[in-house]
């Protein structure tokens, strides 16, 4: 605790200007009961305090700046005279702040809609709803005391606060400038459960980027993780598909069965429940974080299996793209500068196109069976005869051995296949940008089968 508090008052040094900072650090000057010093620094943090606790009890942070001034401009002797009196002045401020924290059972649960019982015993020993954790993506790399995730967390936790009392953020860690970011780089990075009061909210960090303390592991990460790269998923496909869509036909879909359509028009191969409240959650057009309930495969504290949870999807993550990078033999899947996918490929060297391209046919079974030339599965490059199809010969996967199309292992070019939707945009590039580590799923995407998308009148000449 020491060293957290000495690294935080040395932070604040660094950066006057960090207001989250100052905030955080009054906050520690009152568990410590230096009222004075904590008052000082909460009139140093303006909104960021008024935003967080004078606001919702009736304390003006403009009355504690104002006294900070008074004492930062009296000169001399004056000033020790003026320092005891704003010391007591705020100290009374706070302190009255404290006693309504502590005494009124309304905010025994920091955003708490009204009033706990009156007789906490006679409550049933369980709740008809059981709490659910709440997991909240940053989309941006952290800063140990950045205002800008201490607001998003401060927002999401007011939106979900009915819904449980754990909570934990996800965020990227990159401490070294990389071109890709890559599913391992997400961690989650911080968690902890509801004070009693709001001025001792508890933060446990799991990742020394936050702090120069102890860090500790968070039991779940595997399966949270886990969780929300699918989640994410289902949001990027129904965003890439409405995307296309919309380009396609000039309009929007009204919903999720437009996007489905026989040969030559499927977009994409057919809608699970998730991806289809995902397209929902597309079509809305709602510009707020949205929050997504799933089940985490992991037995809960209560005993209970599966166990409930909720996570925030990223918005801002762009549609999907296919990269081709011929110095390394790879295809990697992204949104934006995130690599979703890295699959090995075979290509034909030269002889395989340089330049932008954009996937214009998708067909099963370009053969009329599952294990000809072109494998299970093909995607026509922009109207020519090149492709990205799959292979009956896997032993060229790595060389260039083909006449210029993309040979993809069956497994791999099935998961790709339902992923991305008609109308992709596809590049192939020899500059090596792409990470040499091959990236999987845990488990493959795949999407029923409500369509038809075989093209039996049709002889493939693709240049395999």
Not at 8 to 18: A, G, I
Not at 119 to 144: R, V
Not at 215 to 228: A, D, I
Request: glycine letters at 6%; charged letters at 25%; proline letters at 7%.
């Amino acid at each position: 605790m020491e060293k957290k508090f000495s690294h935080l008052k040395q932070f604040v040094k660094k950066h006057p200007e960090n207001k989250m900072a100052w905030y955080l650090l009054g906050k520690e000057y009152l568990q410590r009961g230096q009222e004075a010093k904590a008052a000082y620094c909460f009139a140093q943090s303006g909104e960021i305090f008024e935003a967080y606790e004078a606001v919702e009890f009736g304390i003006k942070v403009e009355d504690i700046q104002a006294a900070s001034k008074e004492v930062e401009a009296a000169p001399g002797p004056k000033r020790k005279k003026w320092t005891g009196i704003v010391k007591k002045t705020i100290a009374v401020l706070l302190l009255f702040l404290v006693c309504i924290l502590l005494q009124d059972p309304s905010v025994s649960d920091p955003y708490s809609q009204g009033p706990q019982q009156d007789n906490p015993q006679t409550a049933p020993p369980h709740s008809a709803q059981e709490p659910q954790p709440q997991y909240l993506y940053i989309d941006h790399t952290l800063n140990p005391y950045a205002e800008s995730w201490m607001n998003e967390f401060y927002t999401f936790w007011k939106e979900t606060k009915d819904d449980g009392n754990e909570w934990a953020v996800i965020a990227p860690i990159k401490q070294t400038a990389v071109h890709w970011l890559q599913p391992g780089d997400l961690q989650v990075v911080v968690s902890g459960t509801a004070a009693d009061q709001i001025s001792s909210l508890q933060i446990e960090s799991h990742h020394p980027i936050l702090c120069d303390c102890e860090t500790g592991p968070f039991p779940l990460e595997e399966q949270v993780l886990s969780e929300w790269k699918a989640i994410q998923e289902d949001w990027l496909t129904a965003k890439s598909a409405v995307h296309h869509y919309e380009q396609l036909n000039g309009v929007k879909p009204s919903q999720p069965q437009d996007l489905l359509g026989d040969y030559p028009n499927n977009l994409i191969s057919g809608l699970t429940d998730s991806l289809a409240e995902a397209v929902n959650l597309v079509l809305s057009n709602d510009q707020s974080n949205p929050v997504w309930e799933t089940e985490l495969n992991t037995s809960a504290s209560n005993g209970q299996d599966p166990r409930k949870a909720k996570f925030t999807l990223d918005r801002s993550m762009p549609e999907l793209e296919i990269i081709v990078d011929k110095s390394n033999h790879r295809l990697a899947l992204v949104s934006g500068d995130m690599v979703l996918r890295n699959y090995p490929v075979g290509l034909g060297g030269d002889r395989t196109p340089e330049g932008e391209f954009e996937i214009t046919e998708k067909v099963v079974n370009p053969n009329g069976r599952s294990d000809g030339d072109f494998g299970s599965r093909g995607m026509t490059l922009s109207d020519t005869l090149y492709a990205i199809h799959g292979t009956n010969e896997p032993e060229s996967i790595g060389k260039d051995e083909s006449l210029g199309c993309v040979r993809m292992e069956q497994e791999d070019v099935e998961e790709l296949f339902a992923m991305v939707p008609l109308g992709t945009k596809v590049t192939v590039v020899n500059d090596g940008s792409l990470p040499e580590e091959i990236i999987r799923g845990a488990s493959p995407y795949k999407l029923p089968s409500q369509v038809e998308e075989t093209n039996p009148t049709k002889v493939y000449r693709w240049l395999n």
